[in-house]
């Protein structure tokens, strides 16, 4: 499956490479008087760069091009590689995705698209795809192994391991996608296995929060090799003492950086790199892509150019891309041009050798729609959040939100019974959490309460829920959560803030109910608007709406909502 990166090259073609290399003919781009950052030494040289269509073929010399870039007083380092990101969680297409994210030096991405594979099946899959043969930036695909995450929700489609087969030679695959059911994993389950089993000469990637120990040994004997999910730097340094690659996110919600910043120096940095997983266009125009995790973590005292090296050389070895990462003679031309390094200010781009430009993003075919009536759940009223209490029962588990984490606690509080069941406590920040079965197969409604997002009216929708992307919607008031779960039905899908008895603020994501057909700066304008409409409920989460969707996902710890009602992640199984 590590199949030879490069673009198929003629003896001509190869023939000018070797000559332009040389000096001996004109390469067709020069990046001139540029200080070149040895990822692997630290050193930083001047020099030209020449390039050949999308191939670098000389440095350390003085060389003639048909298009020259002037290089003074900017640094060259390798094109940035996101090693595990969710493109679906930008809110915007691929293609729009490739226009937002490209600009900050980001040459590669290596997605899971299982957030639409969850909805639409294979039909998401072959989607994305068709989409990442036509970004400018290298969009590769590792398979989604767990649709859906768990049998404990509802999700619009399954794929087994002969759903998966027919697209596991695409030039654009890597492997295996995170491997979430890590009791699956550890349990032998058939079906995890068949999937473990066609991909052991390829690329597994890992998802196992906070295992350790002899199951963690177990876990890694199935041939997974990375994971995004450590959240301290003692879990991430007992998982690269068993060989596995850490990948530091830094996401909307989920925020490691700072935690496990140490783990990153001269000894590891061959065995780390950096990825995102979930970031929303609005947190990318504000703060950045990858580079704002570079030059965080530059500020917070990692050795510049190992921080650099996570950021390529390692990320492409780890998964595989043997082409990349490395500013030299033979290797893929994707450069990104800084203004400092130690901020890492991207002046300019080259992506496999083409200066990155507007223009250049106009040279693409578009890619039509998928998904676009995947809303099917019924409208529901305000009796549809009632939550009858037990007999003798008004204590009752709680989901405890905290920001920049996509675990939730189990919490617990005493809440007041009325003919219309158990009442939020809005004093103790204790409000209703609901999840909707939306892909029109059983109706399900799973109702419980949640704390941390401080919210004293109104309600917050989001048909965004990871994994199977039900309508989650949280609540003060059971009449706002209808209407903004009725405005989500009728959007196809998308985020809704509803106070009294209106909606305030929404943004319509019809394909799939995951992405927008506007521009990222559309995007990022309606989520201002939604952002102030939250904080009028007075949410205190910086990040509301990804929040929301977390709330859904039952493979992360520790309790968690699906629409078959509340799940416990510890015990693998609902709260009784």
């Not at 997605?111 to 909805?119: G, K, L, R």
């Not at 795809?129 to 590792?142: F, G, K, Q, W, Y």
């Not at 991909?199 to 998802?207: K, L, M, S």
């Not at 090296?309 to 490395?326: E, K, P, Q, V």
């Amino acid at each position: 499956m590590h199949k030879n990166q490069n673009s198929p090259v003629s003896p001509e073609n190869l023939t000018r490479m070797i000559m332009a290399g040389q000096g001996k003919a004109p390469a067709d781009l020069v990046i001139r008087n540029v200080g070149l950052l040895d990822v692997i030494t630290g050193a930083v040289t001047t020099t030209d760069i020449a390039i050949v269509g999308d191939r670098i073929v000389g440095t350390h010399g003085s060389y003639e091009g048909k298009q020259v870039i002037d290089g003074s007083g900017r640094f060259a380092v390798p094109g940035f590689i996101d090693t595990h990101l969710h493109i679906e969680s930008s809110l915007v297409t691929p293609l729009e995705f490739d226009r937002c994210v490209l600009p900050h030096g980001v040459t590669t991405v290596i997605c899971d698209p299982h957030e639409i594979a969850n909805v639409l099946g294979a039909e998401g899959i072959t989607y994305f795809l068709d989409s990442a043969e036509r970004t400018i930036m290298d969009v590769r695909v590792n398979l989604s192994s767990c649709v859906p995450a768990t049998g404990f929700e509802t999700a619009g489609a399954q794929l087994e391991i002969d759903d998966l087969l027919p697209f596991r030679d695409h030039p654009k695959v890597i492997g295996l996608a995170e491997m979430m059911n890590f009791p699956g994993v550890l349990n032998a389950d058939p079906g995890i296995l068949a999937k473990l089993v066609a991909f052991q000469d390829g690329h597994i990637d890992g998802h196992a929060p906070l295992l350790l120990g002899t199951a963690l040994n177990g876990y890694l004997a199935a041939g997974i090799r990375t994971d995004h999910e450590a959240t301290s730097a003692v879990e991430a340094r007992e998982k690269l003492a068993k060989g596995m690659a850490i990948l530091i996110r830094e996401g909307s919600v989920s925020k490691d950086l700072k935690a496990l910043a140490e783990i990153l120096d001269e000894n590891t940095s061959s065995f780390v790199a950096l990825c995102t997983d979930d970031r929303n266009p609005l947190d990318i125009a504000e703060e950045g892509h990858l580079d704002s995790s570079i030059r965080r973590l530059i500020a917070m005292g990692r050795p510049l150019h190992h921080v650099y090296r996570a950021a390529s050389h390692s990320a492409a070895r780890i998964f595989g891309l043997r082409d990349r990462g490395l500013i030299g003679p033979g290797w893929r031309a994707d450069i990104a041009l800084l203004d400092n390094l130690e901020t890492c200010q991207v002046s300019d781009v080259i992506s496999a050798g083409r200066l990155v430009t507007a223009d250049l993003f106009e040279t693409r075919e578009e890619v039509a729609p998928v998904g676009l009536s995947s809303m099917k759940a019924t409208p529901v009223n305000a009796e549809a959040f009632i939550t009858a209490p037990k007999p003798g029962q008004n204590r009752v588990p709680v989901i405890g939100v905290k920001p920049g984490l996509i675990l939730t606690f189990r919490e617990e509080a005493t809440l007041a019974a009325t003919a219309d069941g158990l009442q939020p406590d809005l004093a103790a920040d204790v409000i209703k959490v609901a999840v909707i079965e939306r892909h029109g197969k059983n109706g399900n409604i799973g109702r419980s309460f949640v704390t941390g997002f401080g919210l004293k009216r109104g309600a917050i929708a989001s048909s965004v829920g990871h994994d199977s992307h039900n309508i989650t919607v949280v609540g003060a008031e059971d009449g706002d959560m209808a209407v903004a779960v009725n405005r989500l039905i009728e959007l196809g899908g998308g985020f809704v803030v509803a106070e009294g008895g209106k909606v305030t603020a929404e943004l319509a994501l019809p394909i799939a109910g995951l992405m927008s057909t506007k521009s990222f700066e559309a995007v990022a304008h309606d989520l201002h608007i939604l952002r102030d409409a939250a904080k009028a409920l007075d949410c205190v989460l910086p990040e509301p709406f990804l929040q929301v969707a977390f709330l859904a996902l039952p493979v992360i710890p520790h309790l968690k909502m699906t629409d078959r009602g509340l799940f416990d992640v510890d015990k693998f199984d609902f709260v009784s």
